[in-house]
């Protein structure tokens, strides 16, 4: 370990843990353990990354599959070392038999670590920030590149590249019932698009977040915009914004979000986007269900909506193909007033028709107001609104 000036104090780092995947293999030789190990160190420290930190600024921990370095300055450090390891592994692993080749998973984490003194006086870590940065790894299997959302909103702020680059995964139970929210950095090359194995249990929350919400919040207009971006694949941007009052004395502070799919998605084909009323970005704090046809995920608003506040609302936006041409909205809260657009170009012979449905029965009829369309340029946009839509109600577009 790189020795510090400040071995007692807490410090705050940039953590990067790799460890070898299916290094404590018995049927693995000890010396080939050590080789992998070797080769390990030897590619890291090869890396410009690794050269150009400043030796003070690096604390390093061999590990017995893998080591841990936290850098105290630029807080892209272990992202840029894991981008330029998984290059050189390229190489390395290139006409290589499979149980020669080395295999890694990477985990990154920011937080704060004491460096006290072990028995022989030399500095040892110990802290929250390396053992999560650990825990993340361990989750990951061959290539992951994984962080904690504190890490990823770190890197995110840091460039463009970054945030096309980090993409949300979903909860995760790490030790003790701790669960954190994780994003897996991967594209052009690098990182590992699979999500790592699930080990914990994925339960929607929709229906308990729901009856607690009707207990303390009113929809005093809800707007759902289908945009069809390319007729052909049938791809449709949504964009739903809820206008919302609080009627209770506590604030509410988060928000969560369901959305369902007639197309397996990953959540980060979705690009998904929320926002408040002045447009500003709000920060996701947990995705509970990430399933092929379901998501369901929290936000915290920027500033918290107390009680008969005005002029209130969060937007939600994604992306996802309607291949059977419809879009269907359940209220489990009253709203005042629902407007429901649908935007598609004009040269198709969509024809939108919107229907009541009969949740419990599974049965639809034709509403008695229809859609009035405007043309908008190549496009035509179909508008239909319902006033005091009640409890329970649900509706459907077809076009």
């Known amino acids: 370990m790189q020795r510090t000036n400040n071995p007692n104090n807490l410090i705050h780092a940039h953590f990067f843990f790799v460890g070898i995947v299916g290094l404590s293999d018995q049927s693995i030789s000890v010396q080939r353990q050590i080789k992998k190990i070797e080769a390990l160190n030897n590619l890291i420290s090869s890396c410009q990354v690794f050269k150009e930190a400043n030796p003070d600024s690096m604390l390093i921990s061999q590990t017995g599959e893998g080591l841990s370095i936290g850098f105290l300055e630029n807080p892209a450090y272990p992202l840029q070392l894991a981008i330029e390891l998984h290059k050189k592994l390229k190489s390395y692993n290139k006409g290589k038999y499979p149980e020669e080749q080395l295999r890694i998973s990477i985990g990154l984490n920011d937080g704060p670590v004491y460096v006290a003194k072990d028995v022989h006086g030399n500095p040892n870590l110990w802290g929250p920030g390396l053992i999560l940065a650990k825990r993340?790894?361990?989750?990951?299997?061959?290539?992951?590149?994984?962080?904690?959302?504190?890490?990823?909103e770190v890197l995110r702020?840091?460039?463009?590249e970054y945030k096309v680059l980090i993409k949300p995964l979903r909860d995760y139970n790490i030790k003790h019932g701790q669960v954190l929210l994780l994003y897996s950095a991967y594209g052009n090359g690098v990182g590992n698009s699979k999500i790592p194995v699930d080990r914990t249990y994925q339960k929607s929350k929709i229906s308990t977040e729901m009856a607690k919400r009707k207990l303390i919040m009113i929809y005093n207009k809800v707007d759902v915009t289908l945009t069809v971006t390319d007729h052909k694949q049938m791809l449709v941007h949504h964009k739903r914004s809820h206008a919302a009052e609080n009627i209770a004395e506590e604030p509410i502070e988060m928000i969560l979000h369901g959305i369902t799919t007639d197309?397996?998605?990953?959540?980060?084909?979705?690009?998904?986007?929320?926002s408040d009323e002045t447009g500003k970005s709000l920060k996701i704090t947990s995705i509970n269900l990430d399933k092929p046809y379901q998501k369901e995920f929290t936000t915290a608003l920027n500033n918290a909506i107390y009680r008969g506040e005005k002029g209130r609302s969060y937007t939600l936006e994604y992306d996802?193909?309607?291949?059977?041409?419809?879009?269907?909205?359940?209220?489990?809260?009253?709203?005042?007033?629902?407007?429901?657009s649908l935007i598609y170009p004009s040269k198709t012979n969509f024809k939108p028709t919107v229907y009541d449905v009969n949740v419990e029965k599974e049965t639809k009829s034709k509403s008695k107001s229809q859609p009035v369309t405007s043309a908008e340029n190549d496009f035509v946009k179909a508008t239909w609104t319902r006033a005091n839509v009640l409890e329970s109600q649900a509706f459907r577009l077809e076009w």
């Open 136 to 152: 993340v790894m361990d989750i990951g299997d061959d290539g992951h590149i994984l962080m904690t959302a504190r890490m990823a």
């Open 320 to 340: 996802v193909e309607e291949p059977e041409r419809y879009f269907e909205n359940y209220f489990p809260i009253g709203c005042k007033k629902y407007t429901m």
């Open 157 to 160: 702020e840091l460039s463009d």
């Open 263 to 274: 197309v397996p998605k990953s959540f980060a084909a979705l690009n998904i986007k929320t």
